[in-house]
Each structure stands twice: as structure tokens, then as C-alpha cells.
């Protein structure tokens, strides 16, 4: 993402870049700790840099699962905390990073009531789908509580990337999502909607990529 022309470029790294060991050492089911819901690699960290571009400040993944997002952002130099209310995931998280060789500040928390006590650049968030782990709220209202407890902490300007599957038919590599989704459950929680864009995955499967701002 390019502040000052507000493009968003999407493509390959050339080289590995951070990490060293290279993308397919990183792969997910490579980690001490999996489940299917860790998110790839590549994808994980363009997320990060989307979301805290050129920002010194923290990077806060408030539902961290398996700490992938954590990794990328770790991995590159980026100051970085996670949080997750599953404690099987905070410890799985914990491994991860270790396995990962970086160092990130990962508590067992709610999402929705945490307090951050860190400077935020950017917030990524790849949320449960359906009911969540604890099964007590619906999507929107985890969401929306997430939203607006998390803007009521950072500075105006933060960035928020979030991505979450969506129906392959919404893909079309040449333009932005159009729908209404999401629009008013930002907009109520304190954040605008920059843009949003596919990403396929396989026939069955796409992400939707959500970039918002601090309003
Ligand atoms: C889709 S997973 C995240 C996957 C992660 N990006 C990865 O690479 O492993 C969503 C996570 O949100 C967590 N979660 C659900 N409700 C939460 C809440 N209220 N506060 C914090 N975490 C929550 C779940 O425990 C789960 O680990």
C-alpha cells in the first residue's frame, strides 16, 4: 500500500525476503502447532504489510489462533502482539513463534474487552466464521464489539486489514467488492472501509480482504 498515491499492488516478492529459510520451509503445516485454519504464509504477510505499511508501532492481531499473521509480522522487525481467548491456542501460538525464532507478546484475552497498553500501526484480524470458539456470540456481534473496542484504543489513521472467506462467485480480479457487507458494521464501530478485494483460494473457496481505517 502506497500512502501517498493510494495504490495497493499486489505480486510476488523477489526473493524470499525476511524469514530466510524460504516460503515452503514456512508452510503452515510445517509448524509445531496446526490446524487448518492457519492462514498461508505469502498471504499472511502481505495482510501485515497492508495494514502497517511504514508504521514503527505495534501490530495486534486480536484472534491469533495459531499466530500466523503474528509470525510474518514478527519476521519482519515489526514490534508485535497477539491475543486469543482459546488458551489450547495461546499455547500453540506460543510454540509457533518459538519454532519461528521471533519474539511477540501473545496473551489469553477477550477480543472484545481487552485493553491494548501498547501504540498501534495496524490491526489484523482474521476472525472465527460462525459462532465463535466459545460459542456464546453471533459473527456480527463479535465483530462489531471487536471493532469498537479496538478503535476506542488506537489513533485515527490506524490501519485495520481484515480477511475472512468468501463465495468464489464474488471473484473478479478486476475490480473491487462492490456489496454491502460489512459497510454499516464498520461504519458503526468507528472504522470506513477503504476497499475490499478477492482473493481465490480453490473452486470452493475465496478471502475477501477488508481494508478500513480509524475514522
Ligand atoms: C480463524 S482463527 C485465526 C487463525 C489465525 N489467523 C491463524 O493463522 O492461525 C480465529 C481465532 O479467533 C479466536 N477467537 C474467537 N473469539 C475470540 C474472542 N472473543 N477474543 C479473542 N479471540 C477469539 C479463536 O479462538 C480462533 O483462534
Not at 529459510?21 to 490446524?35: D, E, H, L, T, V
Not at 497492508?50 to 499466530?67: E, F, K, R
Not at 509480522?73 to 482459546?86: K, Y
Not at 460459542?135 to 489513533?155: A, F, M, W, Y
Request: charged share 20%.
Amino acid at each position: 500500500m502506497d500512502a501517498e498515491s493510494g495504490l495497493v499492488a499486489w505480486g510476488w516478492m523477489n526473493g524470499d525476503g525476511p524469514g530466510s529459510q524460504g516460503w515452503s520451509a514456512m508452510r503452515a503445516n510445517n509448524r509445531p502447532f496446526f490446524k487448518p485454519i492457519s492462514l498461508e504464509p505469502r498471504l499472511a504477510r502481505a495482510v501485515v504489510n497492508i495494514a502497517a505499511g511504514i508504521g514503527q508501532n505495534y501490530v495486534l492481531d486480536p484472534m491469533c489462533g495459531t499466530g500466523g499473521l503474528l509470525i510474518e509480522s514478527a519476521l519482519c522487525n515489526r514490534p508485535t502482539v497477539g491475543i486469543d481467548v482459546d488458551p489450547e491456542m495461546v499455547e500453540g501460538a506460543k510454540k509457533n513463534i518459538e519454532w519461528a525464532g521471533v519474539d511477540v507478546e501473545i496473551q489469553r484475552a477477550d477480543a472484545t474487552t481487552f485493553q491494548i497498553g501498547e501504540e498501534v500501526s495496524g490491526v489484523v484480524l482474521d476472525p472465527p466464521y460462525g459462532r465463535n470458539s466459545q460459542g456464546t456470540l453471533d459473527h456480527d456481534v463479535l465483530l462489531s464489539r471487536t471493532l469498537k473496542n479496538i478503535r476506542n484504543q488506537v489513533k485515527t489513521g490506524c490501519r485495520f486489514v481484515m480477511i475472512m472467506p468468501t463465495s468464489p462467485e464474488l471473484v473478479d480480479l478486476d475490480e473491487e467488492i462492490k456489496t454491502d457487507d460489512f459497510l454499516e458494521l464498520f461504519e458503526d464501530s468507528g472504522w470506513m472501509i477503504n476497499s475490499r478485494y478477492c482473493i481465490p483460494i480453490h473452486s470452493s473457496l475465496a478471502r475477501q480482504l477488508i481494508i478500513a481505517t480509524a475514522d
